[in-house]
């Protein structure tokens, strides 16, 4: 089944509003316009709001790093889901591997926030992967599906247009190290097959898999070109209109 390529930049903890500007209109002018590929960008909070202004209107679409669960109330440096939208945000990257290793995030509280995020009826990028330590001792797979199943817990197969899965092995992520092809490709059949063991056959063939970690626009191709990996969550090469529109290109069908 043909699905349409999803290439998202996660900016991290980079660039300003200023900055932010600036980088999106490069964006604008390259790949502002294109069909065949979904494109989006997660500015930090503090410049989503510019973000959503500069691209009002816009195919690109505009995504959060982070949420929380609750709609509002005591929870202090918290951004609810309703606020999000408010601004234009269309999509939400939930349990990046920094916000489960360095700030403690569970797949309790992964779950939470994917139920939250698509009952305020944004699309959801769930994030899962692997420690080194679980590659090598054969746990890849063990560590991913627990992963998935526990951040789609309670969520039914009708989600699946607003669903993106991220595969993003952690030693991969920053390093310039990178899952060959062969290896992201058979993590991504094995995530397809327990999606419709968890939701339903067209669930599954219909959610995208991107693959993370440092991805380039070297190596976007040749990851691009498996069956299915549907697209990608880029950091440190998103932070150039150049290297990032190098990987949206990757991604145009009949390439
Ligand atoms: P990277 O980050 O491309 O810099 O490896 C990917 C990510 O963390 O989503």
Known sequence: MARKPFIAGNWKMHNDRRQSRALLQGLLDSVGHLDEVDVGVAPPFTALQTAGEVLYDNRILLCAQNVHYAESGAFTGEIAPSMLREIGVDHVIIGHSERRHIFGETDETINQKVRAVLDAG??????????????????????????????????????????????????????????????????????????????????????????????????????????????????????????????????????
């Open 122 to 255: 944004l699309g959801v990028i769930l994030c899962v992967g692997e420690q080194l330590d679980d590659r090598k001792a054969g746990r890849t797979m063990a560590v991913v599906s627990r992963q998935v199943r526990a951040g789609l817990t309670g969520v039914g197969p009708e989600a699946a247009a607003h669903i993106t899965v991220a595969y993003e092995p952690v030693w991969a992520i920053g390093t310039g190290l990178t899952a060959t092809p062969e290896q992201a490709q058979e993590v991504h059949a094995d995530i397809r097959t327990l999606l419709a063991e968890v939701l339903d056959r067209a669930a599954a063939d219909a959610i995208r898999i991107q693959y993370g970690g440092s991805v380039k626009p070297g190596n976007a191709a040749e990851l691009l070109a498996q069956p299915d990996i549907d697209g990608a969550l880029v950091g440190g090469a998103s932070l150039k209109a150049e290297s990032f529109v190098d990987i949206v290109r990757a991604a145009l069908p009949g390439r």
